[in-house]
């Protein structure tokens, strides 16, 4: 299966668990491969998410797909998510939308909608796009800045009352590089950093794939 909807998660495509679902257009929901090792979770969706469904789609998400087939990756083996699946957005006097981070009572109204998709890929590494994402997934409270590059522990419920443990690596949200294109130019600077975590993560899934094979 490639870059399809997760079924796991289509019952929620009429959630109404918080307001969220008063303002959107369609609920965003997983998009990839079931059987990605990498999986990509982000802070939620934007204009063009919200319009046709799917995640990133806008500017940002065609800033991922470079560096996808960088990587010589591509949508077709990796999962794509979100933290909340509907819009988060402030309206502004012109009429406007501004996307905001979504708040504590929304996360947790998606939280089980976004273990479900964890639970059915089962990729081997997370990779926490940005601060939200971030903190959510792990409950850390160290800025992005400094906890990018890190990898982190997520403990979620198990089937049985145990609890499994997900390794997270931190890095930062392409949003945050397309609104600092001026960065891009300089040594070491955040575009740098992005791709350097993203190599990181294959690297990661690569290991795990040569322990697996040895067995």
Known sequence: MSDEQLPCEKEWLDCTRCDLHKTRTRVVIGYGSRRAKL??????????????GRPFVGPAGELF???????????????????????AF?????????????????????????????????????????????????????????ARGGIYEMKVPGWEAEEITYNVLATFHPSYLKRNPQE?????SIWEQFLDDLSLAVQMVEIADERYSRR
Do not use: W
């Open 39 to 52: 999986m990509f979770i982000g802070e939620g969706p934007g204009g063009l998410e919200d319009e046709e």
């Open 65 to 87: 797909d470079d560096y996808l087939r960088h990587l010589k990756l591509s949508r077709d083996n990796i999962m794509l998510n979100n933290i909340v699946a509907c819009r």
């Open 184 to 188: 891009r130019r300089k040594n070491g």
């Open 90 to 146: 402030i309206q502004e006097d012109d009429g406007s939308r501004r996307d905001r981070p979504p708040k504590k009572p929304e996360i947790l109204a998606c939280k089980d909608r976004l273990l479900e998709a964890i639970y059915t890929v089962d990729p081997v590494l997370i990779v926490a796009m940005g601060s939200v994402a971030f903190k959510a997934l792990t409950g850390e409270t160290t800025s992005i800045t400094k």
